[in-house]
């Protein structure tokens, strides 16, 4: 142990020289966010076992291009000669992190809601972007947006993709679709109201739908328990996103809401604050998706609520709220209810001293969760949510190469997630602690 710490403390010094170095240089090269065809070879890690069935130690990686094309135990597998080693010294890799509950243009009631308020759409881009960039390097490879406005987040999944841009890979709901009053910014009303809001956002690029089926812990009006759309609007929008291939999901935390649109047809609920045992039932039968941000409402959130100036009437409903929505978490844990990590703050978010995305993943442990469930639930499951498990969340040949590295095994202590100090996505490493690479 002491070896290696000694070990750890001469590379990160030698790192630390060369980091130096490079800032010296005024044409030190940037992160290129085209992979083209070089072939990178992660060596020395341990490979976390996603699917239960135990880590490879002393790992081989071989990534070519943004694929990865094998991985082994040392010595198993050929490292081509044109190769680039990156030592990975005893760390842990896994698959990239996926968050599925994001708003990069996020604005929350306080004072720094309100400083946003006249915030103009360039405005709003720029923040995004610099949103985007902080949730890659904080580990996050893939974010669902689940609500955004006058569609900024189609623009910036457009310049992420020419590499304009550097942050996660995008897929997102565009604007929330609400009926007039509702927890959203795009208000409609009647079947051909949410008939025609749905098609816009597909015609957008949307890849899911968002609506809103009940109030939110910030609305001044209204219940949370309430249902307000009528059968007629809520069938029609789920027949019509279905019919174009997309899924819908719903900020929901009432149990009748939720009633109502399961047996319409809904895929996904996001939140889920007051969720019943019946509800949860019906979802783990018809294999339905929650997406619980259980951070929103636990103590984390009362530090960052304060922290951005929301008043006190907010954080007592976030008090109050935190206690239902923490026995619903538990509830759908001991169930086997479909879960998929999402947090409603940014993914890179300080939360209970760590990152949104990874205190998120602890108190899915400590409500139930072993620490390997945790780690799909950010992983393996979220590509299941969003239909890409041919492309990404395992370390896998075939697959994207989005692969996260830390210092101990997160399957063992969920905590490990703390320790990101590595990040690749689409074969580039944006981020490498230990050499001194980080993306500007
Ligand atoms: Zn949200």
Request: aromatic share 4%; hydrophobic share 40%; glycine share 12%.
């Amino acid at each position: 142990m002491k070896i290696r710490q000694l070990r750890r403390w001469a590379i990160g010094l030698v790192a630390g020289l060369a980091a130096v170095g490079a800032q010296a240089r005024p044409n030190a090269e940037p992160v290129k966010t085209d992979p083209g065809n070089a072939t990178i070879v992660l060596t020395g890690g341990n490979v976390v076992g996603i699917d239960g069935e135990g880590a490879i130690r002393d790992a081989v990686v071989v990534i070519h291009g943004d694929k990865i094309v094998a991985v082994g135990p040392a010595g198993s597998v050929t490292v081509p000669q044109e190769a680039r080693i990156v030592p990975m010294d005893g760390k842990w890799l896994i698959p990239g992190l996926m968050n599925m509950h994001v708003h990069l243009g996020l604005k929350l009631p306080g004072a720094e809601g309100a400083a946003l308020a006249s915030e103009t759409d360039p405005e709003l881009a720029l923040r995004m972007a610099a949103n985007a960039r902080k949730s890659l390097l904080s580990g996050v490879t893939t974010v669902r947006l689940v609500g955004e406005s006058h569609g900024v987040d189609f623009a910036l999944r457009r310049a992420i993709q020419r590499g304009e841009v550097i942050g996660p890979r995008i897929k997102t709901a565009g604007e929330i679709i609400v009926p007039t009053g509702g927890h959203g910014s795009l208000e409609t009303d009647g079947p051909y109201g949410f008939a025609h809001a749905a098609r816009e956002q597909i015609k957008q690029g949307a890849d899911w739908i968002k609506i809103a089926i009940s109030g939110g812990i910030a609305d001044t009006h209204g219940s949370i328990a309430a249902a307000p759309m009528t059968d007629e609007e809520l069938s029609t929008l789920i027949e019509v996103a279905h019919r174009n291939g997309i899924p819908v999901t719903a900020h929901n935390g009432s149990p009748a809401a939720a009633e109502q649109s399961l047996r319409l047809g809904i895929d996904c609920f996001e939140h889920g604050y007051y969720l019943t045992e019946a509800n949860l039932k019906e979802m783990k039968a018809k294999g339905k998706w929650l997406v619980p941000t259980i951070v929103v409402s636990q103590a984390g959130a009362r530090e960052f609520y304060k922290k951005i100036g929301s008043p006190e009437w907010y954080l007592e409903r976030v008090d109050s709220t935190g206690q239902e929505h923490w026995k619903m978490l538990q509830t759908a844990i001991r169930m086997g209810v479909n879960i998929a990590l999402g947090t409603d703050q940014f993914p890179y978010e300080p939360n209970g001293g760590t990152t949104a995305t990874v205190a998120e993943a602890e108190l899915y442990n400590k409500a139930g969760m072993t620490p390997l469930q945790a780690l799909r639930a950010g992983t393996v499951e979220t590509a299941r949510l969003l239909r890409i498990e041919d492309q990404v969340g395992r370390i896998k040949p075939g697959l994207y190469a989005d692969i996260v590295a830390v210092e101990a095994d997160p399957t063992a202590d969920i905590s490990a997630l703390r320790t990101i100090d590595f990040v690749m996505k689409n074969g580039v490493i944006y981020r490498d602690d230990a050499h001194g690479v980080m993306a500007d």
